[in-house]
C-alpha cells in the first residue's frame, strides 16, 4: 500500500466557527491549532497547508482556570536596553481581546513559515459579529 501525500493546490480548505464565550482558554486553542494543521484530515501531510479557516467569535469572553488570569503573564521584549514589557491576562484581554488567543494559537503550531501561514487562517473577533458569512462556516464545538 502506498503512502499519499497531499500536494498543496490540491487541498479542499473548509471553513468553521467557534463560539469561544465561556470556554476555557488551552481547550479552545489546542483544538484550533488540530484544525489549522489539518491534523482532523485522514490526508493531513506535516509540511503542506492542509488545514481549514478558522473563525473565532466572542473572543473577550474566553475563561482561564485558576489564578491565571492574576499570575499568568505574557511578555514581549522591545530590542531596547530594558525592554522587557509583561502583562497580566487580564490587562492584556482589557487592552487587546483577541491577543491571548492568538498568541496562545501561535504557540502551539509550527515555528517556521509553515506556522505563520497557519496562523494566518484562524480570524479571532472579540465580539459576536464576524464578516465570514459568505463562506458558511461549520459550527465546531469544542
Known sequence: MKTIFEKGNDVKHDWYI?????????????????????????TFTP???????VVIV???????SGNKS???LYRHYTGFVRGLRSYSFNELIAKNPT????????GM????RLGRRMIDNVKIYAGSEHPHA??????LEV
Do not use: F
Open 18 to 42: 467557534i463560539d469561544a464565550s465561556g470556554k476555557t482558554l488551552g481547550r479552545v486553542a489546542s483544538a484550533v491549532a488540530a484544525v489549522l494543521r489539518g491534523k482532523n484530515k485522514p
Open 47 to 53: 509540511n503542506v497547508l492542509c488545514g481549514d479557516y
Open 58 to 64: 466572542n473572543a473577550d469572553k474566553i475563561q482561564v
Open 70 to 72: 492574576d499570575d499568568m
Open 99 to 106: 491577543e491571548p488567543l492568538r498568541r496562545t494559537i501561535a
Open 109 to 112: 503550531l509550527p515555528h517556521g
Open 134 to 139: 459568505a463562506q458558511n462556516p461549520k459550527s
